[in-house]
């Protein structure tokens, strides 16, 4: 089928769609649930996917994709909520905007803050969209060039690239943080011969740390125990008029909309990565390219807008191998393989032959669902920004509470509570030491990616090393890995110093009244 029929069988799967008010109905209920979902601490966009699942049992396929997707969209986008607001991401895929979206909304612009998050969640789902039915072939022959050895230098780029742009104070201290969430991965039975690790003799551990809990405990219990020993305010929004976007800002971060799209597809169709690492990645790409990186951690909407873009262009680049091979690309893109297959639908090489026109429908679901998206966290953000205005003393406890309920509806286990309380004070002082938190969670998330895949790429080679260096894609992520950790080192940092001062002129620095106005 060439580019003509497939936009034309597009545009007449949506009309078909946007026609129906069942299925504008079921779109925009469960958008704003998979926005609640993402929001809430411990409920995720996996979660919500598994839930929903459970009640398409008896919808028509067409209705029950819409719910599944409009979950799937809403959730990843509804963790930055309390990201910006709270500074607790909702997933682990809106830590990065809370970098960004966080200091804005200290200075009074939560509202504007949640305008750019949501129309860059858009922006981003609309472009993975496209990638979707346009370059799913081309993407999954690449997403095919990562074996083990990939996965693993992918999952450590991941890890230090986030302990590299999280760190106040020194670089090396992300990166210590890093590797304790790689160590605390390993607890558990190893998933390649089962054998009980750092157990303890605890049959709790033996599934290993849960993630929700670690990401709960991290950041939450630290930011409780900060605001009410300082009696904090959360923020004073100046104004709720404009929740809108400036389109001025929306045209000068084109470029980062773009490239982070690309980044997020990217990510996005390699099976089992997710979410998660293509926000930091894209983070790091607009910080690095940024002619003004010191803004960044101040509240630069360039920052909190890459993020946004990839982490939701994910999941168009989650569903090329799901679609295409039958392989997730993320782990709601799981659910939602469980959900096909109880539907009836097997995905892979033959799904257009035996579905013809199935991924332009599900193409057009995923257009419909950041739609419905955008509405619906158009409409939320002005109330939803008035929670800056509750008192931190009535909030917090409030905080505490969902923090806990999310922790334990994880299967109904007391023992993440248990979890959670130690992970939480230790972050406490973890970042009272100014070691940044995230890259322990990013490494708690990506240490059993990393343990298992180097253990299988090992056991394929028989010990050997050299296929990290003879493979294309894997000697391009070593080298990386290694320039990130030589620009730490204080001869080669100057050296590049040197030869960006002699690349590029110095410039005039703009002031904080500047910034603000060029957004």
């Not at 929903?52 to 990843?76: N, Q, R």
């Not at 969640?121 to 799913?136: E, K, P, R």
């Not at 230090?160 to 943080?177: C, E, Y």
């Not at 799981?334 to 193409?363: K, N, S």
Request: charged share 10%.
């Amino acid at each position: 089928m060439d580019v003509l029929s497939q936009f034309g069988l597009f545009f007449a799967t949506l009309a078909e769609l946007v026609t129906s008010p069942v299925v504008l109905a079921i779109l925009l209920l469960s958008s704003l649930s998979g926005i609640a979902f993402g929001a809430l601490p411990g409920l995720t966009a996996t979660l919500g996917v598994a839930l929903l699942t459970t009640l398409t049992y008896g919808l028509p396929l067409e209705h029950a994709l819409v719910a599944l997707l409009a979950m799937y969209v809403g959730a990843v986008y509804g963790g930055s909520y309390p990201a910006i607001l709270v500074n607790i991401p909702g997933t682990a895929a809106s830590a990065a905007s809370a970098m960004e979206g966080y200091p804005l909304a200290q200075r009074g612009e939560g509202a504007r803050a949640l305008g750019l998050t949501t129309t860059a969640s858009f922006i981003g789902t609309a472009i993975g969209m496209l990638f979707l039915v346009l370059l799913a072939p081309q993407i999954v022959t690449l997403a095919l060039q990562f074996t083990s050895y990939e996965v693993f230098l992918l999952a450590v780029f991941g890890i230090l690239i986030s302990g590299t742009l999280t760190s106040s104070d020194l670089v090396v201290k992300g990166w210590i943080a890093g590797l304790l969430g790689l160590a605390l991965s390993t607890v558990g039975r190893d998933q390649l011969q089962f054998y009980p690790r750092f157990t303890v003799g605890m049959p709790e551990l033996d599934s290993g740390l849960e993630v929700v809990p670690v990401l709960i405990g991290a950041f939450a219990i630290p930011q409780i125990i900060r605001v009410l020993r300082d009696d904090l305010a959360l923020g004073q929004p100046k104004t709720f008029k404009r929740i809108l976007p400036e389109f001025r800002t929306i045209v000068r971060n084109a470029k980062h909309n773009v490239r982070s799209a690309l980044v997020g597809v990217g990510i996005g169709s390699v099976p089992g990565i997710g979410e998660d690492i293509a926000g930091w990645v894209s983070y790091g790409g607009a910080k690095s390219t940024s002619r003004h990186p010191e803004t960044f951690g101040k509240g630069e909407p360039a920052g909190l807008v890459s993020s946004e873009t990839a982490n939701n262009a994910c999941i168009g680049g989650a569903l090329i191998p799901l679609l295409s091979l039958g392989i997730p690309g993320s782990p709601p893109a799981v659910m939602l393989l469980g959900a096909l297959m109880i539907h009836g639908v097997t995905v892979g090489p033959m799904i257009e032959f035996d579905r013809p026109g199935f991924i332009i429908q599900v193409t057009a679901i995923l257009l419909l669902a950041s739609a419905a998206m955008w509405i619906n966290g158009m409409l939320l953000a002005r109330h939803v920004v008035k929670v800056l205005r509750v008192p931190p003393a009535i909030f917090m406890p409030v905080v505490a509470v969902l923090s806990v309920n999310g922790s334990y509806a994880l299967g109904l286990n007391v023992f993440n509570l248990y979890l959670m309380v130690p992970i939480g004070i230790a972050a406490y002082f973890l970042t009272e030491w100014k070691y940044p938190i995230s890259p322990l969670v990013i490494g708690v998330i990506l240490g059993p990616m990393a343990d298992e895949n180097l253990r299988r790429a090992m056991m394929v080679s028989n010990g050997d090393f050299t296929p990290f260096v003879t493979r294309p894609v894997a000697l391009i992520l070593l080298i990386a890995i290694v320039l990130i950790i030589a620009s730490q080192v204080p001869p080669v940092r100057r050296a590049i110093g040197g030869l960006g001062r002699r690349l590029m002129p110095a410039r005039p620095s703009r002031s904080a009244a500047q910034q603000t106005a060029d957004g």
